[in-house]
């Protein structure tokens, strides 16, 4: 067993998911006018329900994380809260997954108040129903035990994260490790074959290198100060 449950996600099962996800849509007789993307996680989903659901006007809404001053919580904020008129228009707000909700939330609500269309309804590919706040008006896969989907957009970003956490939190990691035992933790903790990769898992490594957060001599991989 996987410390940190990971699903590996691939271009194909984005295609087929998000097919999916859009004929849920066809099928309860409702079609949006506006898709609305939730940067950066729902651009890749909200492009290929345009194309299956036949829609040109493709937006975005940007959501960023703070970690407020004295506060363990992150709150969800929206970096470029714009104005449209979106009045009479069926709006289709869409993001890869609903965890917490408050992303998808914080998106939905103010469309509603600012934008005022005639309606808002979310859509995602994953709902993590035993955490989420809300429940999506659609999605294509609800998941009962927490999870992380690793998307195909996040690939360089995650693996790079993944490897600095097993550096920072292993013990095993502290006095440096071989390539080859760097990626036993790998699979060890993630559940993730590091063959499956491809070419992420140098990318990672180059980046972390470069970023000084890992020193590669003689074979072996070392955490420096600060990583
Ligand atoms: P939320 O917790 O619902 O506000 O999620 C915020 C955003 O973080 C999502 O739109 C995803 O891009 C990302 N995210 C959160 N949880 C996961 C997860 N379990 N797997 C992959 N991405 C996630």
């Known amino acids: 067993m996987a410390r940190i449950p990971v699903k590996l996600v691939s271009w194909d099962e984005i295609v087929e998911w998000s097919r999916g996800l859009a004929e849920l849509i066809q099928k309860s007789g ?11 996680g729902g651009f890749v989903p909200a492009r290929l329900l345009c194309d299956f659901l036949d829609v040109t006007d493709l937006l975005a809404v940007q959501s960023q994380h703070w970690v407020e001053a004295a506060k363990a919580a992150e709150k ?35 469309i509603k108040r600012s934008w005022k ?13 035993s955490v989420a706040k809300l429940k999506p008006d659609y999605y ?19 693996v ?21 035992s760097l990626e036993k933790l790998f699979e060890e903790w993630y559940g993730v074959r590091v063959s499956d990769l491809g070419f992420y898992w140098d990318l990672a ?23």
């Open 30 to 40: 409702w079609n949006p006018d506006i898709i609305v993307a939730v940067s950066r």
């Open 76 to 110: 969800a904020i929206l970096k470029y809260p714009y104005q449209i008129d979106a009045e009479g228009k069926r709006v289709l707000v869409v993001d890869d997954i609903v965890d917490t909700g408050d992303t998808i939330e914080l998106a939905r609500e103010f």
């Open 117 to 129: 269309p005639a309606e808002v309804r979310t859509a995602t590919l994953q709902w993590i129903s």
């Open 140 to 158: 294509y896969l609800e998941v009962k035990e927490w999870t992380w989907f690793q998307y195909p957009w996040t690939r360089l970003e995650d």
């Open 160 to 180: 790079t994260q993944f490897i600095r956490r097993i550096l920072k939190e292993d013990k095993r990691a502290r006095e440096g490790l071989t390539r080859e």
């Open 205 to 227: 490594i180059e980046k972390l290198s470069r970023d000084e957060l890992i020193e590669v001599s003689g074979g072996i991989i070392r955490p420096l100060k600060g990583s």
